[in-house]
């Protein structure tokens, strides 16, 4: 048996490289990306918990929330094509029109 | 019979989601009509929305209370929050019948919006962390869906890919939070979970838990330093969107504040009286009466240099949150009931003012303040309206938003230790002043380039009446709508209170 405190490092250092990913990056696809992995933290810190309690109410939460995350990603791919469509890029950092 | 006995228990079953299968259904079919024409499309959803509200106005005069399969529940706090939300989904519908931004897809655009209002009315009747995060994802989900709805403006998809971004963030902080929350409290249900959060020792975990917690949910109500993205969504949305993110979304992100931390103060203090000590002050009453301080000083001071008026009402509506995040600092039944009131002419007041903005672009006036100057010739009922919306949000009497604001802070007064903050947004509210007599020096004293009338569309002549005479009713005669906010208040602490004396915690 695989101690918790293993998982739990494992999903703090998914987060940290989803969040860090997140702030460093410009490319508005891997920013996508990088939300995904935070989330998957969150989803297996979930499943650690509840394999660790044996209680499965917490299973039900991850299968729902990586349903949320697909759609959340269906969304924001469309949002994207959009944006791209009319600023010919995927580059956040020429999304300025609007500033103060 | 048996049939007959079996639909009378499934309407009995279903009754506690009855405001939110309307609107679903109404989803459901929209589209369809969307097809045929646009404007068939809005008035059918804005009669789904008048039934809906007219439903539970039923439920709540009779007194109805309901539970569905514990995950969601209706009573008289829900009830007034389901109700603020249809008020908003119908303006919304009522601006977006003219509303010229939209160039196509009218029946998507009805259907999305009733879902993202589905969404919010789920996440005020959730009783549980995954109907809560369900109902959080349906409205954000939808909410970014229609910020990009301007097709032809660059701004729009801009704003939308901003508003992605950043409550993607958002979302994903509030489930790793809640995931650590489920890791030291074993439940998933919101009472379980306020109750450990109120007596658990302070280690680091739960600190981060918190932090991220709070941190996932003040992107919602734009709190400091979580408020970035509102300025540039509010400004690139189609104008019924700003309207709904300002006074819809953001009232949601507050129902979750109550429902996790204002509760959690309500614990503490209780625990504290009931084994006789004075009752003491949580450490995170601190934090939120920082993080109000800071939110409505900033608000106010940006709005001042603002030139673009959908985003001085942006920073406004930055510091409105702020007023309301008092009542977490505060923690009383009768600072709850404040909050509510002021959502409430919150809706109004904003909402009333996104519509001048939307009602003027439809006859082709510009953003800028500049563009306004002289509107009390060319339009005089509009230019009075806005002014009336002006003064309510800077809270001069005898308009709604005096009296919201005056219990609010009347009720941080008492037991003195938040007199500072008063101070603070006292202050604050005279500063807000210059930038909402601004907007009315444009339209009444300054010289426009023209003085052509124009008139505006009616469907914006129904939203600005409606709105007009909410904010003088309710500023002259509120009682009814404060007993309302109190019973609202009362019934949630007090049941929260009851279930804890029941529990086997105490």
């Known amino acids: 048996m695989i101690p918790i405190e293993l998982f739990l490092l494992m999903s703090a250092v998914l987060f940290s490289i989803g969040l860090v990913g997140l702030l460093v990056r410009s490319n508005s696809i891997v920013i996508l990306m990088c939300i995904e992995i935070m989330l998957n933290a969150a989803n297996l810190n979930f499943i650690a918990f509840a394999s660790h309690v044996g209680a499965p109410l917490a299973q039900i939460f991850v299968i729902t929330s990586i349903t949320v995350a697909a759609a959340e990603v269906g969304v924001g791919i469309a949002i994207l094509l959009h944006a791209y469509k009319s600023k010919k890029t995927t580059d956040i950092n020429d999304l300025t029109s609007m500033r103060w | ?506």
């Not at chain 2, 009573?75 to 989904?89: G, Q, R």
């Not at chain 2, 301080?293 to 509506?317: E, F, H, P």
């Open chain 2, 1 to 506: 019979m048996s049939f007959l006995a079996d639909m009378d228990s499934l309407v009995a079953y279903l009754l506690p989601l009855a405001p939110h299968l309307i609107l679903i259904i109404t989803a459901l079919i929209v589209p369809a009509i969307g097809f045929k024409s646009g404007k068939a499309a809005a008035f059918f959803s804005l009669g789904a929305g008048l039934f809906a509200i007219a439903v539970t106005a039923y439920m709540m005069y009779t007194g109805y209370k309901g539970d569905f399969e514990g995950l969601y529940m209706f009573n008289d706090f829900t009830a007034l929050m389901i109700m603020l939300f249809l008020v908003v989904f119908c303006l919304v519908v009522l601006m977006s019948i003219s509303d010229s931004e939209r160039t196509k897809h009218h029946g998507e655009y009805f259907a999305i919006l009733a879902i993202a209002t589905v969404g919010m009315m789920l996440v005020c009747a959730a009783e549980e962390m995954i109907s809560l995060f369900v109902g959080l994802e349906l409205a954000n989900i939808m909410s970014f869906a229609l910020v990009a709805f301007k097709k032809n403006d660059p701004r729009s998809a801009e704003a939308a890919v901003k508003y992605l971004i950043t409550s993607g963030l958002s979302t994903a902080l509030f489930l790793y939070g809640m995931s650590l929350m489920y890791g030291f409290t074993g439940t998933i249900v919101i009472n379980d979970i306020i109750y450990s959060l109120a007596t658990q020792e302070i280690t680091w975990a739960y600190a981060v838990a918190v932090t991220t917690l709070i941190a996932g949910s003040a992107f919602k109500i734009s709190l400091i330093p979580f408020h970035a993205w509102v300025p540039d969504v509010y400004e690139g949305a189609p104008t019924p969107i700003t309207t709904f993110l300002a006074v819809g979304a953001k009232k949601m992100g507050f129902i979750v504040f109550f429902k996790l931390f204002l509760l959690m103060f309500v614990v503490v203090h209780f625990l504290s009286a009931a084994a006789g000590e004075v009752a003491e002050i949580h450490q995170l009453q601190w934090v939120f009466a920082l993080l109000a301080a800071g939110t409505m000083t900033v608000g106010n001071i940006v709005a001042i240099s603002q030139n673009n008026i959908k985003r001085m009402l942006a920073y406004s509506s930055i510091a409105q949150g702020g007023y309301i995040l008092i009542v977490l600092s505060v923690g009383t039944d009768y600072s709850m009931a404040g909050g509510l009131l002021h959502m409430i002419t919150h809706v109004f007041m904003k909402g009333g003012a996104f519509v001048v903005v939307a009602a003027l672009a439809a006859r082709g006036l510009g953003e800028s303040i500049d563009d306004y100057k002289g509107l009390a010739k060319r339009a005089p009922l509009v230019a009075f309206a806005m002014m009336l919306f002006m003064f309510s949000l800077a809270g001069i009497p005898p308009l709604a938003g005096f009296y919201s604001k005056f219990v609010l802070f009347s009720s941080a007064v008492e037991g003195g230790t938040w007199i500072w903050l008063v101070a603070v947004a006292v202050v604050n509210s005279a500063i807000s002043l210059y930038y909402y007599a601004r907007v009315v020096k444009a339209m009444y004293v300054d010289k426009g380039s023209t003085t052509e009338r124009f008139r505006v569309p009616v469907s914006f002549k129904i939203a600005l009446a409606v709105c007009a005479i909410a904010v003088i009713v309710i500023g002259i005669y509120p009682g009814p709508v404060m007993e309302l906010c109190e019973m609202a208040s009362f019934e949630y602490i007090n049941g929260f209170l009851e279930w804890l004396k029941s529990s086997p915690y105490v």
